[in-house]
């Protein structure tokens, strides 16, 4: 319910299916990234044709690319959405949040805000009016 467009989830689902949008550049633009990385594919060994630049180009992206989502599982439109697009089941991990206990989330707190032995280096930033609100 919180996608702004659910056309996005279309993109999103094949991006993680296959690794690309289809029609997402331009013949021109298209053209120029495979100009781009044609030294690439030849010094990993490659033939410098279209297909194998463009493979290239999109498999490097997929590489590198991470994409993160949070929705929420209550109702029915996470399960239609999985059905809809089946990238977000078979291509993704899901992990499953579910309420924290107190003494756990005191602790973390404490961890990454505290000022005793043992917190984080990078604790000592916090100013410590903002630490007294946080951390008892």
Not at 8 to 19: R, Y
Not at 101 to 123: D, M, N, R
């Amino acid at each position: 319910a919180h996608v702004a467009e659910e056309g996005f989830l279309e993109s999103i689902n094949n991006i993680l299916s296959t690794g690309m949008v289809p029609a997402l550049f331009s013949d021109e633009e298209r053209e120029s990234i495979i100009n781009q990385v044609r030294d690439d594919v030849t010094r990993s060994g490659g033939l410098g044709s279209k297909e194998n630049c463009w493979r290239f180009f999109v498999n490097r992206c997929s590489d590198n690319l991470h994409v993160v989502l949070a929705m929420s599982p209550v109702g029915e439109t996470l399960r239609t959405r999985c059905r809809n697009f089946p990238g977000l089941v078979n291509s993704a991990m899901i992990d499953w949040y579910l309420p924290w206990p107190q003494q756990a989330l005191e602790a973390v707190a404490s961890f990454f805000l505290g000022s005793e032995k043992g917190a984080h280096p990078q604790a000592a930033m916090i100013p410590p009016a903002q630490k007294a609100a946080v951390v008892s």
